[in-house]
């Protein structure tokens, strides 16, 4: 079966394409990747282990289809929670790791994403651990309302007291990271990586346009903020499991 590129239309053989970790070899178009591809990318084979993964949304405010809806997501994705959470190792370095998957909900953040990302913070910061988080989300859950809204100072609060124990955090932005993940626990890292063309801001395209400015192109492009200085480095897919190796020695031999 060939895969149609998104960023060329190239036809891809879908062996071609999965070898290539999703990534379009005429015009490096980074493809989506669920969270348990990502994992298989870049962490030692069989390292992986979950947390909480018996943690699940309920419907605190009664929101119509929002049960039916979740249920459907994880039968899609194959994910006994919303986002993965863990500790796993990285070329033999223990690290805490969360990895969102944008098909539940399109990785926004409820109370159980909140609550799952804290825990894995204050276990790496309890176990003394390096933090990974790599992020893809739409933004807040608006169907948890305010509950899903005060995850962000939880999990910014976490962020603080794992970088006041000395710990490094390394948070990995793929397309697309908007809302309160970015305007929380993805930006509050030592080191932001992002994948070429990602797309990443607080406000998405919908919400800016309503306040009727001329906005630079791309400014909600990976490139364009690294130009910025809100991230620090664009990372191809085929070395980023190597480069969080290379920052990871270089980190915990510094602490
Ligand atoms: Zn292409």
């Not at 870049?42 to 009664?62: I, K, Q």
């Not at 399109?106 to 804290?118: S, Y």
């Not at 801001?201 to 009727?212: D, E, N, Q, V």
Request: proline letters at 4%.
């Amino acid at each position: 079966m060939a895969i149609t590129c998104q960023g060329c239309s190239t036809e891809i053989s879908e062996e071609t394409f999965l070898e290539a970790y999703k990534v379009c070899p005429e015009c490096g178009y980074h493809h989506p990747m669920t969270a348990y591809e990502r994992l298989e990318l870049l962490v030692d084979e069989g390292s992986f282990d979950e947390h909480d993964a018996g943690l699940y949304s309920t419907n605190p405010l009664d929101f119509p289809d929002y049960e039916e809806q979740l249920a459907r997501d994880y039968a899609k994705t194959g994910l006994k929670s919303e986002i993965l959470t863990g500790e796993a190792k990285i070329d033999g370095q223990s690290v805490a790791i969360t990895i969102s998957d944008f098909g539940v909900r399109g990785g926004t953040m409820g109370a159980v994403v909140g609550e799952k990302v804290t825990r894995n913070i204050e276990y790496a910061t309890q176990s003394r651990l390096p933090l990974i988080i790599v992020s893809r989300s739409g933004g807040m859950r608006m169907q948890e309302g305010t509950l899903s809204l005060m995850q962000m100072a939880k999990t910014s609060a976490v962020c603080v007291k794992h970088a006041e124990a000395g710990l490094p955090y390394i948070s990995v932005m793929a397309d697309p990271t908007f809302g309160g993940s970015t305007a929380s626990y993805a930006s509050l890292a030592h080191i932001i990586l992002a994948e070429p063309g990602a797309r990443i801001g607080f406000a998405g395209p919908l919400a800016t346009a309503s306040i009727k400015q001329q906005l630079p192109e791309n400014f909600q492009k990976a490139e364009f903020l690294l130009e910025h200085g809100m991230i620090d480095r664009i990372v191809q897919r085929s070395e980023m499991r190597s480069l969080l190796i290379d920052l990871l020695d270089f980190c915990v031999n510094l602490s």
